[in-house]
């Protein structure tokens, strides 16, 4: 990596207080432009209030999420999110929902046109796309809500245990897809996540992070070759590293 | 498998149809024997006479018109306070339903008119429109205002959260927000609000005729009464409820139409 370049995101000291309750506890770490960061962590360890503190959902109780160097605007950065629940519009097809973040953004529609028959074909969705929510499978919704975000060819992709209500073969296949929408739009990823496997499949890098009040344990960089074979020995010791880090008992 | 399911719904249809015909006639039957042959004829005219007379309202003026008229104007007068109830209706509803201000300002002014029935307000009206068109469309209107609101209201009230946050997520503003989640989410409610209204206001229809009208189905019904003609009175509650029924038909067509997504969900 290029030694002056500045990082694409930027958190600074992290805190986040709910009354007395000290939830996130000085947090501090950068993501490079492209990279794709898995963050791990004990179920209730807080990391959804870490995102929603990234998100400006919760004002940080100190502490500041530069993005480029600014403090994020959801008005001006461009960050797509996509959750575990299938947030798509019931009363829009296929098509109309993945085109619903290029319009809110204004993009001129011929490019919109494009951009959402791209990314309907991306996701192997072309053929369904004047289908209704309503008519589809879980795992179509959840690339519905990709391609949504993907669209709006976003800086900065935040995903929240997005395939966590999935069973294990759709979970791979996603996982797949995800890593090569990922490798061909150089997208900057932080996926949330409190799978260790799912994390040591993704992730370049791997954030553990403690229990409550939460911090960062142990940043854990991730060379294993792609695509990884989560039986490979190397992929194993990860794994089990990770989870040594994660155990609290 | 498309094709199966429209196939199978289609004799269930079939079978709908089948069935609302043997309930008619069966009613009619009982009708006009009970009519003819016990002492319920004193007061209850045969249905086939009731039909008949019907018919040929059609073509002999009731009063100064046809029967023909008599709908269009009670129709035309449904349709007007009916318009006027679906904008205010929409507007405060999806206005209370979304802004907690809206609420706290008119929620309890609407809830104090809700309960009150149109006809009570009949006296006030005549003081303040006079015998115009003007105090019929008041009443009509008060008759199907709060279907409206309410369910206009319980929509905007009932917008999935997720989804205000993903628009907001992908930088929607509070105006995109408003106009592509809650709005678009409220239909299907507003939507059996205008239903249920549309049948409401065209009941009101002869409550609002019973002020001083010369034309229109309420009053047909109004003059057999002070001219002891029960069989008039008759043809016009056969009309009211053919013509109710075929509204309640359309508006849920309509619906059917509009909201085709969320359909998909009832079938």
């Known amino acids: 990596m290029v030694e002056k370049k500045q990082p694409k995101v930027q958190v600074r000291n992290l805190t986040k207080k709910f009354g007395d309750l000290l939830v996130l506890n000085d947090i501090s770490f950068d993501v490079q432009a492209g990279e794709f960061l898995c963050i791990v962590g004990p179920t209730g360890c807080g990391k959804t209030t870490f995102l929603n503190s990234l998100t400006k959902l919760y004002e940080p109780t100190a502490g500041e999420i530069l993005l480029d160097g600014e403090p994020v605007d959801l008005k001006k950065h461009n960050i797509a999110y996509i959750f575990q629940e299938y947030s798509t519009m019931p009363w829009l097809t296929v098509e109309e929902n993945v085109r619903f973040g290029l319009d809110i953004k204004g993009v001129e529609k011929q490019k919109a046109n494009k951009l959402v028959d791209e990314y309907l074909d991306i996701v192997g969705l072309t053929k369904y796309r004047k289908y209704y929510p309503d008519q589809l499978s879980a795992s179509m919704l959840q690339r519905v809500v990709i391609a949504r975000a993907f669209a709006t060819q976003p800086e900065l992709l935040l995903m929240d245990e997005p395939y966590g209500q999935l069973d294990i073969q759709l979970r791979y296949h996603l996982e797949d897809e995800l890593i090569s929408l990922w490798q061909r739009t150089g997208t900057t990823v932080i996926f949330i996540t409190h799978n260790i496997e799912e994390a040591v499949y993704l992730g370049q890098r791997i954030l553990v992070l403690t229990n409550k009040p939460t911090s960062i344990k142990q940043a854990i960089d991730n060379d294993l070759p792609r695509p990884r074979k989560i039986a490979s020995p190397d992929f194993v010791k990860l794994r089990n590293e990770v989870t040594d880090l994660i155990k609290w008992w | 498998m498309i094709d199966s399911t429209t196939n199978s719904r289609f004799t269930n249809k079939q079978l709908i149809i089948i069935y609302t015909i043997i309930s008619l006639v069966c009613l009619l039957i009982v009708w006009e024997l009970v009519a003819r042959f016990t002492s319920a004829s004193m007061f209850l005219p045969p249905a086939s006479e009731v039909l008949t007379a019907f018919f040929r309202s059609f073509a002999e003026p009731i009063g100064q018109h046809t029967m023909l008229f008599h709908v269009g104007i009670s129709l035309y007068r449904v349709a007007v306070a009916f318009l006027f109830a679906t904008v205010i209706g929409i507007a405060l509803g999806v206005g209370m339903g979304y802004s907690r201000l809206f609420e706290a300002i008119f929620k309890p002014l609407f809830e104090f008119i809700r309960p009150i029935p149109p006809l009570a307000w009949i006296p006030l009206s005549i003081l303040w429109f006079g015998l115009s068109d003007t105090g019929k469309f008041f009443i009509i209107f008060l008759g199907c205002f709060c279907f409206i609101t309410v369910n206009t209201?319980?929509?905007?009230?009932?917008?999935?959260?997720?989804?205000?946050?993903?628009?907001?997520?992908?930088?929607?503003?509070?105006?995109?927000?408003?106009?592509?989640?809650?709005?678009?989410?409220?239909?299907?409610?507003?939507?059996?609000?205008?239903?249920?209204?549309?049948?409401?206001?065209?009941?009101?229809?002869?409550?609002?005729?019973?002020?001083?009208?010369?034309?229109?189905?309420?009053?047909?019904?109004?003059?057999?009464?002070?001219?002891?003609?029960?069989?008039?009175?008759?043809?016009?509650?056969?009309?009211?409820?053919?013509?109710?029924?075929?509204?309640?038909?359309?508006?849920?067509?309509?619906e059917r139409r509009l909201c085709a997504w969320n359909a998909q969900k009832g079938i």
């Open chain 2, 153 to 254: 209201y319980d929509g905007a009230k009932n917008v999935d959260p997720e989804l205000m946050g993903a628009a907001r997520m992908l930088g929607a503003n509070e105006r995109q927000v408003f106009f592509k989640i809650v709005l678009p989410s409220s239909v299907p409610y507003i939507f059996a609000g205008l239903q249920i209204a549309v049948t409401a206001g065209w009941s009101a229809v002869v409550g609002a005729e019973m002020i001083q009208s010369n034309e229109g189905v309420g009053w047909v019904i109004i003059r057999g009464m002070s001219t002891g003609n029960t069989v008039q009175i008759m043809v016009g509650i056969v009309a009211i409820g053919i013509v109710g029924f075929i509204l309640a038909n359309l508006t849920s067509a309509l």
